[in-house]
C-alpha cells in the first residue's frame, strides 16, 4: 500500500502510496465507489479516521486552497477545491500523481505543524505553485519548512520536444536534461530541488522514476493509468 511512509517529525507523517492501495482518483474513468472505498481503506490505515484526507482537483496550475479545519467530511474526497496546492494547520491532506511530483511541505507554527501538499508537473512548476505554496505556509506563520519530493519521472525518462525544453528552461534552467537515449528532456525533481533550495526549504527525500518503477502509476506508461497519492497528516 505505501512505498515509502515515515513519522518525519513528532506526531506529523508523510507518506507515498503504490500501486497496492489501488487508484484513488475520481476522475479516471474508474467505478466512484471503489475509489471511495479505498480512500477510506487508507485512511484506516495511516490511522486519521475518523478524519479525511483533503483531496484536490487539480488543473496544473498555481492556486493554492487553505483548508481550515481538520477533514472530518462524511465521505472521503467532498467538497475538493481546485487547486493545485492545499494548506492546513494540521488538517490531513493528499495529492493525486500518475508522474507529476506530489510534493509535501512540513512546517512549525505558533500552535502546531502547519502543512501543505502540492501537485507539481511541469505546468505548475513554470507558473510557481512551490513558491506559492511556500508563501502561503508562512503567511499562516510556518518556520522550518523542509520538503518530501515524491516519486515522478525522471529527467533521463521525461522526453519532450526541443522546443519545449527550451521554453521551460529559460524559466527553469535546473529543468534541462536528456534522456538516457539522448533526447530532449526536462527534469522536474531537479527544478523542484532548486526551487526549494532558492526559497530556503531542505529537501528531506526524494522518490524513485515513475516511469521506471511497474510499482507507481505512470501516465507516460500507460495513459489509462490510475493515481497514486502524497500524503501528510498529524498524529491524534
Same mark, same amino acid.
Given at each position: 500500500m505505501f512505498l515509502w511512509r515515515a513519522e518525519v517529525k513528532p506526531g506529523v507523517s508523510v507518506a507515498f502510496t503504490d500501486t497496492g492501495a489501488g487508484n484513488l482518483a475520481l476522475h479516471v474513468g474508474d467505478d466512484a465507489g471503489a475509489v471511495l472505498r479505498r480512500r477510506i481503506r487508507l485512511e484506516d490505515a495511516t490511522g486519521i479516521a475518523p478524519r479525511r484526507f483533503q483531496y484536490m482537483n487539480q488543473v496544473h496550475g498555481n492556486e493554492v486552497s487553505v483548508v481550515a479545519e481538520p477533514g472530518t467530511g462524511a465521505e *472521503?474526497?467532498? $467538497?475538493? /477545491?481546485? +487547486?493545485? %496546492?492545499?494548506?492546513?494547520?494540521?488538517?490531513?491532506?493528499?495529492?493525486?500523481?500518475?508522474d507529476c511530483i506530489p510534493l509535501v511541505l512540513v512546517g512549525a507554527g505558533a500552535s502546531g505543524p502547519v502543512l501543505a501538499a502540492v501537485h507539481a508537473g511541469r505546468p505548475g512548476l513554470f507558473s510557481g505553485v512551490i513558491p506559492a505554496a511556500v508563501e502561503q505556509m508562512r503567511a499562516a506563520g510556518a518556520t522550518d519548512i523542509r520538503a518530501w519530493l515524491g516519486p515522478s519521472v525522471c529527467g533521463s525518462c521525461y522526453e519532450v520536444p526541443a522546443g519545449l525544453r527550451e521554453e521551460v528552461s529559460a524559466v527553469l534552467p535546473s529543468a534541462w536534461s536528456t534522456?538516457?537515449?539522448?533526447? *530532449?528532456?526536462? $527534469?522536474? /525533481?531537479? +527544478?523542484? %530541488?532548486?526551487?526549494?533550495?532558492?526559497?530556503g526549504v531542505p529537501v528531506e527525500y526524494r522518490g524513485p522514476c515513475t516511469l521506471e518503477n511497474d510499482s507507481l502509476f505512470s501516465y507516460r506508461r500507460d495513459s489509462r493509468s490510475g493515481r497514486f497519492a502524497g500524503l501528510v497528516w498529524t498524529h491524534e
Open positions: *472521503p474526497g467532498a $467538497d475538493a /477545491p481546485t +487547486a493545485d %496546492a492545499l494548506v492546513s494547520l494540521g488538517g490531513p491532506l493528499a495529492v493525486m500523481v500518475a534522456t538516457s537515449w539522448g533526447t *530532449p528532456a526536462l $527534469d522536474l /525533481p531537479g +527544478a523542484a %530541488a532548486s526551487q526549494l533550495d532558492a526559497l
